[in-house]
């Protein structure tokens, strides 16, 4: 059994910078695509943004991209979302997304069926 455990939610201030992770464990994935994506109250999970398995490609949402940056460590399992300059409008849980075999296209990697296992998600909240 695959499990996915994110972390470093919480609660900033507009304009401030977090660093979430998510630990793999049960198996590596280090030639799998790892996702993020969020979900505001009231709102549907949106794809926020993905890494290759050898996390040389990355893929972001227009909504983060220059803001936001995944990044991994193969040996640790980990996979990372920078978030810098955030907004009011990226409150949300933060969910992170495992899948073993994806085909590199934007459209497969957006859609959170592509997607095999997630983590529980964890909390950021942006005051204004």
């Known amino acids: 059994q695959v499990q996915l455990v994110e972390s470093g939610g919480g609660l900033v201030q507009a304009g401030d910078s977090l660093r979430l992770s998510c630990v793999a464990s049960?198996?590596?994935?280090?030639?799998?695509?790892m996702g993020w994506f969020r979900q505001a109250q009231g709102k549907e999970r949106e794809f926020v943004g993905a890494?290759?398995?050898?996390?040389?490609?990355?893929y972001y949402a227009v909504s983060v991209k220059g803001r936001f940056t995944i990044s991994r460590d193969n040996a640790k399992n980990t996979v990372f979302l920078q978030m810098n300059s955030l907004k009011p409008e990226d409150t949300a849980v933060y969910y992170c997304?495992?899948?073993?075999?994806?085909?590199?296209?934007?459209?497969?990697?957006?859609?959170?069926?592509?997607?095999?296992?997630w983590g529980q998600g964890t909390q950021v909240t942006v005051s204004s």
């Open positions: 997304a495992a899948v073993e075999v994806l085909r590199w296209y934007s459209f497969l990697i957006s859609k959170s069926t592509s997607y095999t296992y």
């Open positions: 890494i290759s398995g050898g996390g040389g490609i990355t």
């Open positions: 049960g198996r590596t994935f280090s030639s799998g695509v």
